[in-house]
């Protein structure tokens, strides 16, 4: 991995707290290497230094990939130590599942979510407050458990369609 070598003049991306939003910075101050203040430059604001989403993501993913379940555990209290290498492998265990059931499928393959609807096993569906997730069991006519990348959730589907059937 290579190491960035900050200069005050050099362009970094950064979270802009006057345009709320990532763009592109002028370095102003570097301290230990990092730096400390940017300008923007859409706005010309001087702010501290503020790593973009994507950056604080990348971090924290490098964090977790490279952190042992030791370190974890030292937060915890004592009762919950005992589960937490169980409950910690099953939410990796579904991370790793929505990861291959997303993974490489074009954006028409995903169905939007509505109440209406009715899904089988293994759909793939785009939900707005939770994302891109898949099916994974039909509870009865009117529920699902849909694998979103933040866990299960139970959908309402087929609410508000006629029955054929009924009388």
Known sequence: MAIANYK?????????????????????????????????????????????????????????????????????????RASLPATRKREEDLVAVWEKAIAGQPFENFKPYRIDRTFVRGELLRHTKFGDGVVMTILDANKCEVLFREGMKTLAQSIGVSNTTSQ
């Open 8 to 80: 005050p003049g050099n362009e970094i991306d950064a979270w802009c707290t006057s345009c709320r939003a990532d763009k592109l910075h002028r370095i102003i101050a570097v301290v230990n290497g990092n730096p400390k203040k940017v300008e923007c430059l859409s706005c010309k604001g001087h702010h501290l230094y503020r790593a973009t989403a994507a950056q604080k993501e990348a971090a924290a993913a490098h964090k977790r990939a490279s952190k042992g379940e030791s370190t974890t555990t030292t937060r915890t209290s004592r009762t919950s």
